[in-house]
Structures are given as C-alpha cells and as structure tokens.
C-alpha cells in the first residue's frame, strides 16, 4: 500500500534495552521523536523494551501511535520474542547483541543495527586519546581494560576473536546505521562493514517546541555566561570545564544543569566560587527550555570522549545559543567553527578557555553564531530525520 509520498509503507520492529522519557538521556527521547515522525508517515511501528518501561513513557508512546510490548530477558529469549511480531524490518536500537540474534533466528527478515555510541566497542571510554578511535586495535582494547591484570590477559586470550565474531556478525546484516557521519567512520576501520551496508541516521529534536522558548537574547553585561547542560558523568567533561574556567581570563559566570556521579566536582567549583557558579541540578526539558529562553549565553560542550551526535548541542542551537564544542566527533560533524560555532582542541583546557576569552571579546560575533545555527538545528527537526529514516526504510523493504 503507498504511504506518503508515494513510498510504500512498512511494519517495523525497534528492540531497545530500555526506554524512559523522564529521566533518560538524548537518544530516548530520538526513539521517541523518530516513531512519531515515521507514524505520522504511515508506518506502522512496534517499539520492544528489554528492560519493563514505567507508565508516564508507556503513555507517552501510545499517544504517538506506537504499540509497546517489554521483552523477556535472558539469552535467545528476547530475539525469539521479537521475532514473534510479525513485520518487514527489524531495528536494534543501540549496540545490541540482539540484532545478531535477530538475523540468525529471523532468517529471510530484514535486520539493521543501529549504533549511537562508541562504547559498543572501546573498552574504557575515559582512556580515550585523540584519534585512538580511528585506529583502534586489540592492543588499545586491552591497554585500556578497566580492571586488573588478570582481566586484561583473559582480554588479551579472547578479545582478538571478539572483534573478528562482531566483524562477521555486523557484515551479515542488512545495514548498520549510525547517528553520524564521524561515528560510522570509527567504526569502518575496525569491523570493515562495507560503506555501501551502512546508512546515516541522526537524531533529531522538535524544534518547533524547542522554538516556542526562544525569545530575543538579552543584553549582557560584559560577563560572558557559561553553560553546560549534562548528565554529571565523568566523561561528560564537567572536570575539563572547570580547569577551563579557572585559567579564564576576564568575569565570567557559570551555569550547571545536570546530575550524576560528578555532582561533587561542581558543588567544590560553587563553593571556591559562590558569586560565579550557579547549580540547578536536574530540571526536565520543557522547563529547562523556558528557564534558557533570552538568556545571553555560551553553551559549552567539554564532554572528554568521542561524542557520537551530540543532541544537545543542537537543542542549544535550536534556542539561538552560539555553542563552544570539541574539534571531534559529532559535535565537530554538526558545527562548522566560525560559523555556527567555535572548536577548541579536544580534552585542551587551555584551548577552551582561550575560545571562551574570545566569545565574551566578541559578543556580536557569537550573536550572528547563534542565529545561523538556528538554521543548522532545523535541519535536525524530527520531521525531516524522520523522512530520511522512511526512505531507508521502503529501500531495505523493497
């Protein structure tokens, strides 16, 4: 039957291993916006759960039109159940076992893989180095084990066949898409999926609810206004930052929105600098939205990993935030420096704050910043991922 556009419809399968539109991170709420955008194209979808999904996110897929069904865990037992539901292409949502599973137990199905982490395969995501991901080997996986020497020998005995098995398992699906240009790219060298096999699927936002919190940017008052938004993870950066603002030369003031095992670093940082630092902790999108809305500020991404997309980055831009981001990975891939924002060197605090010293010298450089990048996050609205993801959709189908 055609669907809109003329593209035939499909019935997709999206296993994830959980969902949570509370608390959760950037790519539940992608999930989320992505089945909305391909229901309201038409497409007939089924999001599975490996993990039981509380009531406010269960009710909030069934308002956009998706049925929701929680899995059965324990080895085969998920695949098996998933491939119950009858439908044309499966999608495993992050770096899932299951898509194997999938394609071993489905045969004649269409299966794709979809990966927005690197954490699929770097062993220790803080030991990261500059470039480290482009040519990771046995050897980077094992120096970086976490653990003892005794669990990075039985690394060092069986990893070599890991990497080989999840080669040829990602080689025998039907595609492998990726939340970014730079994440496919890490992923090529090392597990040689053939570029024809691969699809570049970002996440998206709603940029018209974004939209409705935008005003005009006040006036600053010579101060530049830092903010980072983030979970308070280690390899979010909030460390890096900090060192940055410490070598920050001229007023500054500083912004938190996040919580996490990191909470301590920050509140040190508030009480050395009580006049300087503000902490808000956790605050839900639609109000935290409102809360940045007109503010003068200078989003700062220091995250110290390979960051695969980068969803915040764009909500910022989305409001007209002008956006300080690291020179790799996806934030690199969205932002063009200069342009619609300023790259500082990767894990560089000296750099960053030598980035942040020129954003309050040039206060009318990074409100043109802001407003391009407004154009750039529009391009990321759910509605127009959503099409690219139909699109790939009905080919595989075909």
């Known amino acids: 039957m055609a669907g809109v556009d003329g593209v035939a419809r499909v019935k997709i399968v999206i296993v994830a291993p959980k969902i949570n539109l509370e608390t959760g991170g950037g790519s539940h709420f992608t999930l989320a916006l992505v089945c909305r955008g391909l229901h309201e194209r038409g497409v007939d979808v ?12 269960a009710e909030a897929l069934r308002k956009l039109g998706v049925t929701l069904v929680d899995l059965p865990t324990g080895p085969g037992a998920a695949a098996d159940a998933a491939g119950r539901i009858a439908a044309a292409i499966y999608v495993a949502y992050g770096p899932l076992p299951i898509a194997f599973d999938l394609k071993r137990r489905v045969p004649g199905r269409r299966v794709i893989a979809y990966l927005n982490t690197l954490s699929g395969f770097c062993t220790n995501v803080l030991e990261q180095r500059d470039g480290c991901w482009l040519t990771c080997g046995h050897a980077d996986r094992v120096r970086h084990h976490p653990g003892r020497p005794a669990s990075r020998l039985a690394y060092l005995a069986t990893g ?42 970002p996440e998206c936002i709603d940029f018209d609810a974004i939209r409705l919190a935008a005003a005009p940017r006040a006036g600053g008052d010579g101060t530049v206004e830092v903010l980072f938004v983030a979970a308070l993870a280690g390899y979010k950066g909030a460390s890096l930052l900090v060192d940055a603002l410490r070598r920050v030369r001229g007023p500054w003031r500083l912004s938190v929105f996040g919580d996490g095992p990191d909470r301590p670093v920050v509140e040190a940082f508030r009480a050395e600098r009580p006049d300087q630092v503000a902490f808000h902790g956790h605050v839900d999108n639609r109000r935290l939205f409102a809360e940045l809305a007109g503010r003068p500020f200078v989003f700062v991404h220091p995250c110290l990993w390979f960051e695969a997309f980068g969803r915040a980055v764009i909500e910022a831009m989305a409001l007209g935030l002008p956006v300080v981001v690291p020179d790799v ?40 910043i802001g407003e391009r990048g407004v154009e750039t996050a529009r391009r990321f609205d759910y509605r127009a991922v959503a099409a690219i993801w139909h699109e790939t959709l009905a080919e595989l189908a075909a």
Not at 180 to 185: G, H, I, Q, T, V
Not at 351 to 367: K, T, V
């Open 46 to 57: 089924t999001v599975c759960s490996l993990a039981p999904t509380a009531e406010p996110s």
């Open 329 to 368: 990975g996806g934030p690199a891939w969205l932002v063009e420096d200069g342009v619609t924002g300023l790259h500082y060197h990767h894990r560089d605090s000296t750099d960053l704050a030598r980035r942040i010293e020129w954003a309050a010298r040039h206060p009318a450089s990074m409100a043109a």
């Open 160 to 201: 070599w066949s890991t990497v080989a098995a999840l080669a040829r398992d990602y080689r025998a699906l039907d595609a492998v898409a990726f939340d970014s240009a730079p994440l496919r790219d890490a992923y090529g060298p090392v597990y040689g999926v053939p570029v024809a096999q691969t699809r570049v699927l």
